[in-house]
């Protein structure tokens, strides 16, 4: 079958891909749309490292890392789908051929659980063809757009972040970056009815999908200090600030920013060691939580939203491609002005 890989570094397009086999337990899919992600450009480009940091890191399984992905043979990708079912393995009573699912990008297995992320052998997204979990299968409603709900798991990061940034009714929301993730929680906070939802992004385009998205204000952070723009609308309102960027500086900008006794929630993953200066924390009693991914319940709560409308992703989608348009995509998602996704459909 065909199948986009990475390959040292680059997206490449085979057409010699070995036909997935659905085991016991398993479904044989049909991909029908698997959204680009950003932390797909990222492992294209800096795959070694995120792998060794996966490696290093104890104490919990490293699920999205790459640890354990040999980057000197090809890796399969493709997280955020959609798939029709084929057929089920042996003895496996599953739904029917030609019902969609989707499912968290995770395969069990009787050796241990796989990731369907980053791969040099489980099939993922951006393929034909993939197998999926019987246990982990979410039936997508009659009707939603396939390619709505392969946002499904991008959506269920932006409903965990709020989830566990405890944020009520009565409280407001900075977000600062409106990338794809942050686009998510800008979602998510909306769809929980919060009032004030303030968004902070340099690019114009981001900022408008921001405002399409739920949020009720979008600065230029070149023009108006995020925090600034926050006052400005929200007074003394308590605030949980959102930080959605993930690069070094940005934490300890918030600390330097952001009012007494802010919550700080930290959604982007930032690869690189980080500086921070903590008397400004402590000085102004900010507390900082660490969040990723998010739990099975929420998935499905990612994907009801979308069918129920609560969560209406058709603003994000900015781009179709075929397996072909693989390589360009991920050209194209690197100019954060051009495009929110870009859905594969294979
Ligand atoms: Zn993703």
């Given amino acids: 079958m065909r199948a986009a890989v990475l390959r040292a570094g680059e997206i490449v397009v085979r057409d010699d891909v070995p ?18 992600c950003g932390s797909d450009l990222h492992f294209a480009r800096h795959g070694a490292s995120m792998v ?70 489980v099939a993922c997204g951006y393929g034909e063809r993939m197998v999926l979990s019987v246990p982990l299968l979410v039936t997508v409603p009659d009707g939603l757009d396939p390619g709505h709900a392969a946002l499904t798991e991008p959506m269920a990061v932006g409903i965990h972040a709020v989830n566990r940034g405890g944020i009520e009714p009565g409280e407001g929301a900075l977000v600062l970056g409106c990338g794809p993730v942050g686009l ?45 723009a926050w006052r400005g609308t929200a007074g003394e309102e308590q605030v949980v600030v ?31 060691r980080d500086t921070v200066t903590p008397l400004f924390a402590s000085a102004k009693e900010l507390s900082l939580r660490y969040v990723f991914g998010y739990d099975l319940n929420e998935f499905a709560a990612s994907l009801d939203a979308i069918a129920q409308g609560t969560i209406d992703v058709a603003p994000l989608i900015t781009g179709r491609v075929d397996l072909d348009g ?20 294979p």
Avoid: W
């Fill in 184 to 228: 998510a929680v800008v979602a998510a906070l909306r769809a929980r009815g919060i009032d004030t939802i303030v968004a902070s992004d340099y690019s114009p385009a981001r900022r408008q999908l921001a405002l399409a998205m739920g949020a009720h204000e979008a600065v230029d952070p070149a023009r108006e200090p995020a925090f600034d």
């Fill in 326 to 345: 693989v390589p360009g995509a991920f050209d194209a998602l690197s100019h954060p002005d051009r495009h929110g996704k870009i859905l594969v459909t």
């Fill in 19 to 36: 036909e997935p086999v659905p085991a016991a337990g398993e479904v044989l899919v049909q991909v029908r749309a698997c959204g680009v």
């Fill in 52 to 121: 060794a940091l996966g490696e290093e890191m104890e104490g919990a399984g490293a699920i999205g890392t790459g640890a354990g992905v040999d980057l000197g043979r090809d890796v399969f990708m493709g997280h955020e789908f959609s798939a029709e079912v084929l057929e089920a393995g042996p003895g496996t009573a599953a739904p029917a051929p030609g019902t969609i699912v989707t499912s968290i990008p995770t395969l069990l297995t009787p050796t241990g659980i796989r990731e369907i992320v980053y791969s040099n052998d």
């Fill in 242 to 272: 959102f930080e959605v960027v993930g690069v070094p500086g940005v934490i300890d900008s918030i600390f330097r920013a952001a009012p007494r006794g802010a919550r700080i929630v930290v959604v982007g993953v930032c690869m690189e």
